[in-house]
């Protein structure tokens, strides 16, 4: 069975791969899992447990195959069928979920009323109210909640993220990122995760809601919310039930377009260079696993992307970085951020359903 790994951009990414290092941290920390059907919950796993100082203590989730799992693999004893049996019997600092990700606001506002930080898998729900519940929850209480999009420990991405930050391209203009593969019963995913990725309710939309949130997430990163959003999403392939297989979504900015674009349909490796980015000053593309630096009157650069370093190379590292050091979380997987990319993703399943540009900031 192969894990649901592929973060949908040309490059490597690092996502899975163990941490290398053992941090010392000023306490201990219980951390529990809520929900594992989430086929991403397998490589965060192998971040948690490489961490020191923190215990896996618990673990819940209605499906005996995938709690026989973690505690074959993990040795956690703990194990609950729901999360709130989990939250009721357990004294935890952190929740690790991944759910369904219309449980994910559930999740969320549980442990808000606990005092238990969050980090979720993306996208941040299935809905835009959802998203807005979670940020409440998180901001009332004083947790932290950062959402895990696997784009933000990729070398090429930090690379990438760095440049633009930078000024290397002068003002973005245009961003687009097309996030594929050939399905997620295709590929090998879980069974349990390809349910409810198939099902509108529990994902929010299909191919729409699980791969443009790559794209959208970026845009929300480097340009902030959009003025208009307008979306196209249908079945062009798939001769067996989903929400849609297909989609573009189409963001504009004042001075900026952003694309997102999102298959389960690819049946092989991307054609073009992914990401691309231009600006008034030059552009930037990712191929492979360099970063293509092009500029005015000069030869294009090939950067080879370094390494991520600590705390930047995971999302339990981060998490944990954030909560010692009191730092904000910043970037990709801030909540922030995350729910602007909410916002994009909700424009462009309405617009798809609906023929009608959405203006934003949505009802």
């Given at each position: 069975m192969l894990e649901y790994t592929d973060d949908g951009i040309a490059a490597v990414s690092n996502l899975g791969a163990p941490t290398h290092g053992r941090h010392h941290l000023s306490r201990t920390y219980r951390v529990g899992i809520a929900s594992m059907v989430h086929d991403h919950i397998w490589g965060e796993l192998r971040h948690w447990a490489a961490l020191e100082s923190v215990v896996l203590?618990?673990?819940?989730?209605?499906?005996?195959?995938l709690r026989d799992r973690i505690a074959a693999e993990y040795g956690v004893q703990a194990l609950y069928s729901s999360v709130e049996e989990m939250l009721a019997h357990e004294e935890l600092d952190i929740v690790q979920a991944a759910s369904e990700n219309s449980a994910c606001a559930d999740i969320v506002e549980a442990c808000a009323r606990r005092n238990i930080h969050v980090v979720s898998e993306k996208p941040m729900s299935a809905t835009l109210d959802q998203a807005r519940r979670m940020v409440a929850a998180a901001t009332a209480a004083g947790t932290r909640l950062l959402i895990n999009w696997p784009t933000a420990w990729n070398p090429a991405i930090q690379e990438m993220e760095r440049l633009i930050l930078?000024?290397?391209?002068?003002?973005?203009?245009?961003?687009?990122?097309?996030?594929?593969?050939?399905?997620?019963?295709?590929?090998?995913?879980?069974?349990?995760?390809?349910?409810?990725?198939?099902d509108e309710e529990k994902n929010g939309a299909g191919a729409l809601m699980d791969y443009c949130g790559y794209s959208a997430d970026m845009c929300a990163r480097f340009l902030g919310r959009p003025d208009e959003v307008t979306g196209f999403r249908a079945v062009l392939a798939k001769d067996y039930p989903v929400p849609d297989d297909s989609a573009i979504i189409l963001m504009r900015y004042p001075g900026a377009f952003?694309?997102?674009?999102?298959?389960?349909?690819?049946?092989?490796?991307?054609?073009?260079?992914?990401?691309?980015?231009?600006?008034?000053?030059?552009?930037?593309?990712?191929?492979?696993?360099?970063?293509?630096?092009?500029?005015?009157?000069?030869?294009?650069?090939?950067?080879?992307?370094?390494?991520?370093?600590?705390?930047?190379?995971?999302?339990?590292?981060?998490?944990l970085h954030c909560i010692e050091t009191g730092e904000a979380i910043e970037g990709l997987c801030s909540m922030e951020v995350s729910l602007v990319a909410q916002e994009i993703l909700e424009a462009g399943k309405r617009a798809a359903d609906t023929g009608v540009t959405q203006r934003l900031p949505l009802d």
């Amino acid at each position: 069975m192969l894990e649901y790994t592929d973060d949908g951009i040309a490059a490597v990414s690092n996502l899975g791969a163990p941490t290398h290092g053992r941090h010392h941290l000023s306490r201990t920390y219980r951390v529990g899992i809520a929900s594992m059907v989430h086929d991403h919950i397998w490589g965060e796993l192998r971040h948690w447990a490489a961490l020191e100082s923190v215990v896996l203590a618990a673990a819940a989730d209605v499906n005996q195959d995938l709690r026989d799992r973690i505690a074959a693999e993990y040795g956690v004893q703990a194990l609950y069928s729901s999360v709130e049996e989990m939250l009721a019997h357990e004294e935890l600092d952190i929740v690790q979920a991944a759910s369904e990700n219309s449980a994910c606001a559930d999740i969320v506002e549980a442990c808000a009323r606990r005092n238990i930080h969050v980090v979720s898998e993306k996208p941040m729900s299935a809905t835009l109210d959802q998203a807005r519940r979670m940020v409440a929850a998180a901001t009332a209480a004083g947790t932290r909640l950062l959402i895990n999009w696997p784009t933000a420990w990729n070398p090429a991405i930090q690379e990438m993220e760095r440049l633009i930050l930078s000024g290397a391209i002068g003002r973005v203009t245009y961003f687009k990122q097309r996030s594929a593969h050939n399905g997620p019963k295709e590929i090998g995913c879980d069974p349990h995760f390809v349910e409810w990725l198939y099902d509108e309710e529990k994902n929010g939309a299909g191919a729409l809601m699980d791969y443009c949130g790559y794209s959208a997430d970026m845009c929300a990163r480097f340009l902030g919310r959009p003025d208009e959003v307008t979306g196209f999403r249908a079945v062009l392939a798939k001769d067996y039930p989903v929400p849609d297989d297909s989609a573009i979504i189409l963001m504009r900015y004042p001075g900026a377009f952003g694309v997102a674009e999102a298959s389960w349909t690819q049946t092989v490796d991307y054609a073009t260079a992914n990401p691309v980015v231009y600006g008034l000053e030059g552009s930037l593309a990712i191929q492979g696993s360099d970063v293509l630096l092009q500029k005015p009157g000069e030869e294009t650069r090939v950067i080879a992307a370094p390494p991520p370093q600590a705390p930047r190379r995971n999302a339990p590292e981060y998490l944990l970085h954030c909560i010692e050091t009191g730092e904000a979380i910043e970037g990709l997987c801030s909540m922030e951020v995350s729910l602007v990319a909410q916002e994009i993703l909700e424009a462009g399943k309405r617009a798809a359903d609906t023929g009608v540009t959405q203006r934003l900031p949505l009802d």
